[in-house]
């Protein structure tokens, strides 16, 4: 079974960094791509960034452009989130998606980012 464990979260004050991660249970290799998704309180869940495994093109949600970077750790079967100049509305709770090569769709627990002063 897929597993999907992420870290890295916290409360960081504006203007700070956090690196989350996300480590599949498998090889990162049986995907076809993986992202990150956020849901702030009492809104939907969106994407913010994901990434292709095989080729590593890379997709961002306009409003983290420039301040966000996703990759990939293939040896540690891993996806890294890197937010830089993080800002308020970054609040939410942030959750690793796989996308299988057989079509299925998988969700990590989540991880809680608050950014505050």
């Known amino acids: 079974q897929v597993q999907l464990v992420e870290s890295g979260g916290g409360l960081v004050q504006p203007g700070g960094s956090l690196r989350l991660s996300c480590a599949a249970s498998?090889?990162?290799?049986?995907?076809?791509?993986m992202g990150w998704y956020r849901q702030p309180p009492g809104k939907q869940r969106d994407l913010v960034a994901d990434?292709?495994?095989?080729?590593?093109?890379?997709n961002y949600a306009d409003s983290v452009k420039g301040r966000f970077t996703i990759s990939k750790d293939s040896a540690k079967n891993t996806v890294h989130l890197q937010m830089n100049d993080l800002k308020p509305e970054d609040t939410a709770v942030y959750y690793c998606k796989a996308d299988h090569q057989w079509g299925t769709t998988h969700w990590g627990q989540g991880t809680q980012v608050t950014v505050s002063s």
């Open positions: 498998g090889s990162i290799f049986d995907f076809k791509t």
């Open positions: 990434i292709t495994i095989l080729g590593g093109s890379t």
